[in-house]
């Protein structure tokens, strides 16, 4: 699967949304309750009350994207239940994203280009 760059945001609510909603309805969610801008760039992440379901909505330039992934086999991790969202890296997404414990991945420190001698 080709992932995020490192330069992108991803937001998780981490309480459970109705998985009946589609793209619109779940990019009036991110308006009413993250109180952000669904077409800012930023990907937004939802869960079903079942562990197994994920849900993103994200603005690509052209129009909103919906992609929903249910896990065959085992559960997404989450963050406890409760109201509010939290940030993820790049990595931790991808992680997430292929079912594996995010909590668990550390980030990779960023190195500076090394300058020209001479």
Do not use: H, N
């Not at 990019?27 to 993103?56: C, H, M, Q, S």
């Not at 129009?63 to 790049?90: H, N, Q, Y």
């Not at 909590?103 to 090394?114: D, G, I, L, N």
């Amino acid at each position: 699967m080709i992932g995020p760059t490192g330069a992108v945001r991803v937001m998780v609510a981490t309480k459970p949304v109705d998985f009946r909603k589609g793209a619109e309805g779940l990019a009036a969610l991110v308006r009413e309750t993250i109180g952000a801008d669904p077409f800012d760039g930023a990907i937004y992440v939802f869960r079903a009350k079942r562990a197994d379901r994920i849900k993103l909505v994200y603005w690509d330039g052209t129009g909103v994207c919906l992609f929903a992934k249910r896990l065959e086999d085992g559960e997404f991790r989450w963050p406890k239940i409760e109201d509010g969202t939290m940030r993820l890296s790049a990595t931790q997404f991808s992680a997430l994203l292929e079912g594996l414990d995010w909590r668990r991945v550390q980030c990779a420190k960023e190195t500076p280009a090394p300058a020209l001698s001479g």
